[in-house]
């Protein structure tokens, strides 16, 4: 992340470089092409660009007992931000205070906290106390606040909008393609490599593997992914799931890399998922397992040869 990204989190004075903002609002979980209309007309405003986003999730407060499967947590959203060239964020904690403000109230403290001169909101766009704001109501306060605001309209895929819920359900069902149209580039996780059992050594596929957060719901299966090691982009396959020929264990991402031997331990790694190749499978025994990895690895080269889907990690 670029060291002129700023993050203004609460508390913490506005950075020089952040003040008289332009700032698109949202939630942003998978900064998809929705989000980045909204952002791109910041960074259009000749102001300062930002966004004004919220941890933990709406929803995660509203809903503490239903698991929401974030498509971009906190770090790899504020690494998608940085990529697209904003010059920082305004993230601010989702509390029952925050949760409380009227509309007017919220108005003011993105004019009065944060010193923005403008919002760029969308057309769905409700807030305030009991979702009591829409977008006239905030183009009115923002008027009576000296502030500019912008209005994005709905962007679509086909007939339907762009929504983060459809990209969940795309990755719930294995199906990257449209997962990966929906966002405009490829949907990519942040792990740290860890010690595994190393039976991909013994099977001629060592592996890195890596724990996805409680909260992934992506479908269990065989992927073809491109890992960014170091600043080098490596082809490799993946799989994440339960391991059935062996132990049916807690779901895992191991990653074998094509032609890259060497230590991953220990560093935190960016994967990018490229194509779905088949669901998990049980085998009866190592050569049958063996016989199809070789198969999944001629079709993720297959895959990754042909894919020219936007990155966020080179």
Not at 47 to 52: I, L, Q, W
Not at 167 to 195: C, K, P
Not at 205 to 220: E, I, Q, S, W
Request: hydrophobic residues 40%.
């Amino acid at each position: 992340m670029s060291p002129s990204f700023a993050v203004c989190r609460d508390g913490e004075s506005v950075p020089a470089s952040l003040r008289d903002a332009m700032a698109a609002i949202g939630n942003f979980d998978g900064v998809h092409r929705g989000h980045q209309y909204l952002l791109g007309m910041a960074l259009n405003s000749g102001k300062p660009a930002a966004a004004v986003t919220f941890e933990p999730h709406p929803r995660t407060f509203f809903q503490p007992d239903r698991p929401l499967f974030r498509i971009t947590p906190e770090p790899v959203k504020l690494k998608i931000f940085a990529r697209l060239g904003l010059d920082g964020v305004f993230q601010r904690r989702f509390s029952g205070n925050l949760a409380a403000l009227t509309a007017a109230g919220f108005v003011d403290l993105l004019a009065n906290e944060l010193q923005l001169s403008g919002v760029v909101i969308g057309h769905d766009f409700h807030f305030g106390r009991g979702r009591e704001g829409n977008p006239a109501r905030m183009a009115e306060l923002c008027r009576e606040r000296g502030l500019d605001c912008l209005i994005a309209p709905a962007v679509v895929e086909g007939t339907e909008p762009v929504s983060s819920s459809a990209i969940r359900a795309a990755l719930e069902a294995g199906d990257i393609a449209m997962a990966n149209r929906l966002l405009g580039y490829r949907w990519f996780v942040q792990a740290e490599v860890r010690h595994g059992d190393k039976r991909g050594r013994e099977l001629g596929y060592p592996t890195a593997n890596m724990r996805l957060p409680d909260d992934c719901r992506l479908r269990h299966g065989i992927y073809a992914v491109r890992v960014s090691v170091a600043g080098r982009p490596l082809d490799g396959v993946a799989s994440f799931g339960r391991r059935p020929t062996f132990d049916n264990g807690a779901p895992l991402l191991e990653v074998h890399l094509f032609d890259f031997s060497g230590d991953l331990y220990g560093q935190v790694v960016d994967v990018e998922f490229v194509g779905w190749i088949r669901g998990e499978e049980r085998f009866d025994g190592i050569d049958a397992l063996i016989a199809q990895m070789d198969r999944d690895s001629v079709e993720a080269k297959r895959m990754l040869a042909e894919d020219k889907t936007a990155s966020m990690i080179g």
